[in-house]
């Protein structure tokens, strides 16, 4: 079967691990102040630890609400959703802050929370064995008994003011899953009948308001060929509700799904409307597919394999903090694993009406202006990079999950060099491509290629210290003239900086003394 970015756990181990806590950040009062989180992915109370220290962060700057953008759960058992309410409740009793304060579940579901049950890692062997313990058999009743409040398709919510619409996984089971679910039909969004319920009146009210769904709507956050390059399966589902949201220029738009990271730029997007990536808080990090060291979905069994392992993405936990002002939005985004700001806070300027997207003008987070704006990474002076030959290399397995095919060793030239972040640079750099050149003559041509990232790209800027390498077989590089090796940085927007580059040396050479 198939793996795509929807099915990714039926075949994976979640890993679990503690985070610490952000410091809370300063500033003015806010009007409102919500908890972001997404695909917390909880399978039992054991491995709920992080979620509940996250929970108590929350409560320790007194949020208003907690907002998580689905895959509360994995398996779809009601056991995961008894893990979930019983981590919250714990934190929040009555849902109630320590304070005493109310605080408002913003919760809302995910594929793996409504279709988790026919997926491979559910391990049912039909749907008969599936149906008592599925939520996806017992919505309305299992929500009401373990949350205290109605389940529906679309749910609206007031909080300070402000209006939340919390659109629930709509069922894909019938094109995904056709063996076990069958007789099962795709489910379709009731957004325009919600929208035109609530009422223009209601939806321009002088402020803005939040929309959230599971997956990413389309071409909007992490959607990297809207800069350049081909579509790819990015988590992105068609639907009528970009066409609907593009109405409103005060909608901020949250989903979750994708598992890209926050120090994406990419992760925060405006045209008509503002949508948010809120990544992930499991430990499953995303990466664009084709990467040496990356993680994406595309990437499964690929043939042949990578030439090395993917970069620690279960130490990545991350989620926000928006802070909504008269004037302005700010998300501040936090690394739990290691207790860090991420990256530098998003602040969307709010104009008339509430509209966080300017009457006139390009708003402040259009991708293209971004893109032609920023700086490219630039090599510390006198950086240098090293190649080293590995007489005993090893791919990644064919699955692509993870792990080293270590019973098919082969000969392996390693291209080591050191991150970049804005210490030294006017940016950090994203990834970096690594090209192996050939020297014939008087042209110079390119005999292979790869992009890799920084073993801790996804981290902080100031965890981002590892050297980074690149793997190349030694039988890809056969050539009868002279080679040399070539790294280019590059931001999350494509724009490369200059490159560092080694000597020029035939194969043998480099093969004898490992290059320096």
Known sequence: MKLNRRMFLSTAALGAAGFNLPARAAGSKPNLRVGILSDVHVTAVSNAEWFEKALRYFDSIKVDGVLITGDLTTWNKKKEFEAVAATWYK????????????????????????????????????????EPESFFFHREAFW??????????????????????????????????????????NEQTPIVDVLAQLGDAKLRAGKP??????????????????????????????SVTRDCLSKYP?????????????????????GAFTAVNCSCARGYAFTPPG??????????????????????????????????????ITFAKREFTFDQVLADDW????????????????????????AAAAKAPVFAKGAKMSVAYVKEGYRRTVAGM??????????????????????????????????????????????????????????????DVAPCSCNFPVSNLQTSGVIRFVVFPIDCWGNEGAPVKSAWKNLKAWCADGGR
């Open 91 to 130: 934190v929040f009793p009555g849902d109630r802050r320590s304070d005493g304060e109310h605080v408002e579940k913003l919760f809302l579901t995910g594929n793996h929370d409504v279709d988790g049950w026919a997926y491979d890692g559910a391990r049912f062997k039909n749907r008969e064995e599936a």
């Open 144 to 185: 009401k008994e373990l949350f205290h409040e109605d389940y529906k398709p679309i749910v609206v919510k007031e909080l300070k003011g402000y209006t939340f619409i919390l659109r629930n996984w709509m069922s894909l089971l019938e094109s995904e899953h056709q063996g076990m679910a069958k007789g099962v039909k």
């Open 209 to 238: 308001f939040f929309y959230a769904q599971h997956e990413q709507l389309d071409d909007t956050v992490n959607a990297t060929w809207l800069i350049r390059g081909a579509k790819w399966d990015n988590g992105q589902i068609p």
């Open 250 to 270: 005060n909608c901020i738009a949250f989903s979750g799904h994708s598992h890209n990271s926050l120090t994406d730029e990419r992760s925060i997007w405006q």
């Open 291 to 328: 990467r040496e060291n990356g993680f994406a979905c595309p990437d499964f069994n690929r043939t042949p394999p990578f030439e090395m392992d993917k970069f620690d993405h279960q130490s990545v936990r991350q989620g926000m903090v928006m802070e909504v002002f008269d004037d302005r």
């Open 347 to 370: 602040v969307v300027p709010l104009y008339a009406g509430g509209a966080a997207v300017p009457p006139t003008g390009t708003p402040k987070y259009d991708f293209k202006t971004r």
């Open 402 to 463: 993870g792990g080293l095919d270590r019973k098919n060793p082969h000969p392996q030239l390693k291209v080591a060099f050191p991150p970049i972040t804005r210490k030294g640079s006017p940016s950090r750099a994203f990834e970096f491509r690594v090209v192996c050149e050939a020297q014939d003559a008087d042209m110079v041509r390119v005999v292979e290629e790869r992009r890799v990232f920084s073993p801790n790209a996804y981290q902080a800027e100031t965890r």
